[in-house]
């Protein structure tokens, strides 16, 4: 299996606002940068899309070091918060939806086929990939033609949805 680094972070301009994520892939001393923005989205939702890109990147089953400043991220995926959300259909419980469930259920299959060590990193500490994430995160979040974030509902929708 291939050694992979995975370096990620997301960043919201305004929570919900403008979002972006910043991903980057080491392997064998080459380097990949991925980023991507949004119209309006938060803060969580480009942690989680920063994971996911780089898992999707990914061509093969690999043995991946995934490093994230999102305790939101690394905590579900190494506490079991995801396998209990995932039991109880992707909600936290009866009548309780389960936020950014669209992502989550989407994070869960970009890493099942791959040997994953969650690690987190103190976030706009000097970790120089950390902070290189940030910088693609912003740029992108910045971007004036972004996509819509499809997944994200404002809160005053969602209430009414739920």
Known sequence: MKLI????DGSSLGNPGPGGYGTILK?????????QGFLCTTNNRMELMAAIAGLESLKEPCMVTLTSDSRY??????????????QKGWTRGPKKPLKNADLWRRLAKSAADHDITWKWVRGHAGHPENERCDALAVAAASRDDNPPDEGHLPESIEGELF
């Open 5 to 8: 680094t995975i370096y990620t």
């Open 73 to 86: 991220v690394i905590n579900a995926m190494t506490k079991g918060w995801i396998q209990g959300w995932e």
């Open 27 to 35: 392997h064998n001393g080459a380097c990949k940068e991925l980023s």
